[in-house]
């Protein structure tokens, strides 16, 4: 099969690798047929590392991805061969601790596709995943929507795990996927008012056709002073996705007495702080999110009901052997890009 590894810092190759095969009696042949270029996968790309998580080369990254059964293992029963599903990427024991409390997403045993140490990735023609990661579409979404699922489920746990209030408003600090994805479900549980920040200008642009009530480049304006006159009270939710001390300092004084500051986004830096003054008496509560938990059939079915779109954060798509490209191009920020897409 094909399939694009990283050799070094900003450096692929597209390589022929022998296809996986099935060996348990729940494994699932995949076919991938798109797959999408992620946040982390770009810290993979141009650092060789995500905090202890660091890259051995060659490394296939990757983990957003809808594919094709192509073969099942003996005792697979709910997804048949030819079938399109979604992948959710996270595999868990089911037995630890964690996974016993219900945490498969802090599972001591996970192995989540495209992470060192765990498992190759999704860029590449054929992958083995256990039946229960695999989630049948029944042609109620397409392909590419699948992809999205992945980022839209972190975000539909997001804002479960954030328990809004009724009517509340919220401040989205960040509109790449992730955070574009937060407004979406946020905005499918009945929130007032959605202000968002940004400071690449078409993804501004962006963020405004998907329904933000408020869009402000910190670059610009004085975010913080801009929303609060607007929402004099403050927000009862703040979804920060942009991984950036900036954000979360802004969050922090967005807060009303009593809100959550949801932390989504992944630093590049070892350590973060807070102005404990502020969030002592203002008692915040920090809640961080680690991908999510239960909710990929909650994203298909979001994105199949109609209630939210997720098209419009697909701006770019690749061939597999223009694989770095799309890797520059989301790095670097270029031509707008929100999500783009790898076609196998």
Known sequence: ????????????ELRDLPEPSIKKDDDVLLKIEKAGV?????????TGRIGSQIVKYPFIVGHECAATVKAVGSKVSHVKVGAQVVVEPAVSCHNCEQCRRGRENTCYNLRFLGTPGQGNGCLCEYIIMPEENCFPTKGAITLEQGVLCEPLAIAIYSVRQSQMPPNADVAILGAGPIGLSCLVSAKAENASACYVTEKIPARIQVAKTAGASWVGNPDKQDIVKEIMQRQPAGMDVVFECAGQQETIDQGVDLLKPGGKLMLIGIPR???????????????????????QNKCTQAAIDLAASGRVSVDFMITHRFKLEQTQDAFDMVAKYRDGVVKALIEL
Not at 38 to 46: A, N
Not at 278 to 285: D, M, N, V
Request: a positive charge; hydrophobic letters at 40%; one cysteine or more.
């Open 269 to 291: 830096v070892e350590r973060i702080s807070f102005a404990i003054d502020k969030i002592r008496r203002k008692e915040i509560t920090i809640i961080n999110i680690r991908r």
């Open 1 to 12: 099969m094909k399939a694009v590894v990283l050799t070094g810092i900003r450096q692929m």
């Open 38 to 46: 992620c946040g982390s996968d770009v810290h993979y790309y141009e």
